[in-house]
T-cell receptor, first 111, second 116 residues
């Protein structure tokens, strides 16, 4: 069974601080996706990384895919209160269409 | 507007009473999937479908059935619901024409199910 370990599960920081969320697995994925979910809504895709070592930036968010395509990280620079939410990583299995999600990171950014 | 719709959004039922949660997408996506979300466990895939009449088990398929008779619809059926199926359920769809590697999910708003 493929697993994605996401850490930390909870993160409470002050506005302006930086943070990193990690997603680790012993399995290789064809791609790694990051989603953000707000209360009462479905997750929304932020980014997909496909190539080992790939780095993608989305304003203050930086996403990285490990060289071996087994792990990924999400770094937020100068967090804002609007970044508050649940962040989920998901690994895509290119063999048959399964998608494996991490447990999620509940981020709270305080003013 | 491109969307995935789920009905009902909230449902309280009793053990053993068959129920169906509908899911429909208007984006002509080939891939559709059902997930359940429980605190501390993230999203777990129940079933997915790569196209009409093609369905496969995810990680937690026990107690659930699905069908894909039309491209736009992917209902989730609980033949005999039990309290451990109390959860938040999400339907999602994606375009996989460019290859299954991406499989970027477009999620519905969720269905909160309580089984007493």
């Amino acid at each position: 069974t493929q697993l994605l370990e996401q850490s930390p599960q909870f993160l409470s920081i002050q506005e302006g601080e930086n943070l990193t969320v990690y997603c680790n697995s012993s399995s290789v994925f064809s791609s790694l996706q990051w989603y953000r979910q707000e209360p009462g809504e479905g997750p929304v895709l932020l980014v997909t990384v496909v190539t080992g070592g790939e780095v993608k930036k989305l304003k203050r968010l930086t996403f990285q895919f490990g060289d071996a395509r087994k792990d990924s990280s999400l770094h937020i620079t100068a967090a804002q209160t609007g970044d508050t939410g649940l962040y989920l990583c998901a690994g895509a299995d290119n063999q048959g269409g399964k998608l494996i999600f991490g447990q999620g990171t509940e981020l709270s950014v305080k003013p | 507007e491109a969307q995935v719709t789920q009905n009902p959004r909230y449902l309280i039922t009793v053990t053993g009473k068959k129920l169906t949660v509908t899911c429909s997408q208007n984006m002509n996506h080939e891939y559709m999937s059902w997930y359940r979300q429980d605190p501390g466990l993230g999203l777990r895939q129940i079933y997915y479908s790569m196209n009409v009449e093609v369905t496969d088990k995810g990680d937690v398929p026990e107690g659930y059935k699905v069908s894909r008779k039309e491209k736009r619809n992917f209902p989730l059926i609980l033949e005999s619901p039990s309290p451990n199926q109390t959860s938040l359920y999400f339907c999602a769809s994606s375009f996989i024409g460019g290859g299954i590697s991406y499989n970027e999910q477009f999620f519905g708003p969720g269905t909160r199910l309580t089984v007493l």
